[in-house]
């Protein structure tokens, strides 16, 4: 073999490695998009396959599915039998794209599988086209399929994984018998490969399918749950207002009775009477941050703090202007204090503070919003980078705190970071708050 032909076959290889893995990105959520991970995915692989120009290696070069699976495991956070799946599906198209085209090259010009993998002209026009046929299909099948951020149930993906692993290997099993040349290269060749390759495809728009609905039923409860805390919202309004009226009726009363005391010069008695009454009222606090639907909220939450033994910290922020509309604002924080009274609740030891801490804040153009809570660490779960819920009560509506609020953080431009130090979750999200003229001036003089 000469080195220009070796140069050849290893471009090729480094060719094939690159399209397989722009097509694994296009088809799975990437998480982590880390160029050393790329290029050590389509060096491992492209060394891989050059290793057959050397050696005559026992098993089959589909073995690289391995090396693929691996580098998706570190570059996204997905269930392992996703990426499984992905990773066959990209297999049974490499596999039939082979045998497709050299069904066809021995179709159209008598060539057997030897002469197909002897160095020369028939071999570069098998090759080269064999590569630009599976980039196209590699393109056309990376756009109409799309990244399905809900996954299925594990019986499902592992029924959708299980149907391709059979395709797999039943295409590995005729390009063996098409190699050997137990089967004529007629049409019943392509329609086998075609049979096949239908099967992984409309496993594939099954798989999309399915996850549509699933997306379609999470974001009906999500809808449900914002519903739900906008309900609450306003009957905690209207109880404030209620229980404002009824201070202000009682305030008039107390007033007069003070001043009946203070005309008879029971001076003494009034002030007794007076600090009663303040420490009657001092126990009922009430927020006041510029924003009503926020107050009632923050009033409601005090509350089942209270009713917890949870003491709550509030960093103050005027909240006349918010940077998103009421609901939603008031959505992410009604999420992130429930999340927060709840990873409070499961805390066993004693000694342990509970406490949260919730802090808006503005920076230049940004808008923060940032919740701390004590919590036991042994309680929460997560999968890589993403938590999952650990209640279990009300579970029709429960696990989907934290991606109402990513959702309503990605729809307003913003972003959202949940971390773990120590015995403390902290949730942070950060949602842009374009500045106004005057703004700036402002926030200077704040500062």
């Known amino acids: 073999m000469t080195i220009g032909w070796?140069?050849?076959?290893?471009?090729?290889?480094?060719?094939?490695?690159?399209?397989?893995?722009y097509f694994l990105k296009r088809c799975v959520p990437v998480e982590n998009t880390v160029k050393i991970a790329d290029c050590l995915c389509v060096a491992a692989c492209t060394a891989f396959l050059t290793l057959y120009l050397f050696f005559d290696i026992a098993v089959t070069d589909s073995i690289n599915a391995i090396i693929f699976f691996v580098y998706l495991r570190c570059v996204s956070d997905k269930r392992w039998y996703v990426l499984a799946l992905w990773v066959m599906v990209k297999e049974v198209i490499v596999v039939t794209t082979v045998g497709?085209?050299?069904?066809?090259?021995?179709?159209?010009?008598?060539?057997?599988?030897?002469?197909?993998?002897?160095?020369?002209?028939l071999r570069v026009i098998f090759v080269l086209s064999t590569n630009l046929v599976l980039?196209?299909?590699?393109?056309?099948?990376?756009?109409?399929?799309?990244?399905?951020?809900?996954?299925?149930?594990?019986?499902?993906?592992?029924?959708?994984?299980?149907?391709?692993?059979?395709?797999?290997?039943?295409?590995?099993?005729?390009?063996?018998?098409?190699?050997?040349?137990?089967w004529n290269t007629d049409w019943h060749i392509f329609a086998a490969y075609?049979?096949?390759?239908?099967?992984?495809?409309?496993?594939?728009?099954?798989?999309?399918?399915?996850?549509?609905?699933?997306?379609?039923?999470?974001?009906?409860?999500?809808?449900?749950?914002?519903?739900?805390?906008?309900?609450q919202h306003q009957q905690t309004l209207t109880d404030i207002y209620q229980d404002t009226i009824a201070r202000q009726h009682d305030l008039k009363h107390q007033l007069q009775a003070i001043e009946q005391l203070v005309a008879q010069g029971n001076s003494e008695t009034a002030k007794k009477y007076l600090a009663e009454y303040e420490n009657k009222i001092e126990g009922s606090e009430v927020y006041v941050t510029g924003s009503v639907a926020v107050d009632a909220l923050l009033t409601a939450k005090l509350l089942a703090c209270k009713q917890n033994h949870i003491e709550l910290f509030l960093e103050q922020y005027p909240l006349s202007d918010l940077p998103i509309n009421d609901v939603d604002f008031c959505t992410i924080v009604g999420n992130l204090l429930d999340n927060a009274i709840e990873g409070i609740h499961r805390i066993s030891d004693?000694?342990?503070?509970?406490?949260?801490?919730?802090?808006?804040?503005?920076?230049?153009?940004?808008?923060?919003?940032?919740?701390?809570?004590?919590?036991?660490?042994?309680?929460?779960?997560r999968h890589s980078t993403k938590f999952i819920t650990s209640k279990q009560h009300d579970a029709a509506v429960h696990g989907f705190g934290i991606r109402s609020i990513e959702m309503i953080a990605k729809n307003a431009d913003g972003f959202c970071t949940f971390e773990t130090p120590g015995d403390t979750f902290v949730a942070t999200i950060t949602l842009p708050y374009p500045l106004r003229e005057g703004d700036a001036q402002c926030i200077n003089l704040q500062k």
């Not at 070796?6 to 893995?21: A, G, K, R």
């Not at 395709?167 to 018998?177: A, D, P, T």
């Not at 099967?199 to 399915?210: A, I």
């Not at 509970?354 to 230049?364: A, G, S, T, V, Y």
């Open 350 to 381: 004693p000694s342990q503070p509970r406490q949260i801490h919730l802090k808006f804040c503005r920076m230049w153009d940004t808008f923060i919003i940032r919740c701390e809570n004590s919590m036991a660490k042994e309680t929460i779960r």
């Open 194 to 231: 075609g049979a096949m390759i239908s099967c992984s495809v409309l496993s594939v728009l099954l798989y999309h399918t399915m996850t549509d609905v699933v997306q379609r039923e999470n974001q009906s409860q999500i809808a449900l749950k914002h519903a739900q805390m906008t309900r």
């Open 6 to 21: 070796m140069l050849f076959e290893i471009s090729i290889n480094l060719y094939q490695s690159i399209i397989c893995v």
């Open 100 to 121: 497709l085209m050299m069904a066809a090259c021995q179709a159209l010009t008598s060539a057997t599988h030897e002469m197909l993998m002897e160095a020369g002209a």
């Open 135 to 182: 980039f196209l299909v590699f393109f056309v099948f990376s756009r109409i399929m799309r990244k399905a951020d809900y996954p299925l149930a594990v019986p499902a993906l592992l029924y959708f994984l299980g149907t391709n692993i059979a395709v797999f290997f039943s295409i590995e099993m005729l390009f063996s018998m098409q190699v050997s040349a137990l």
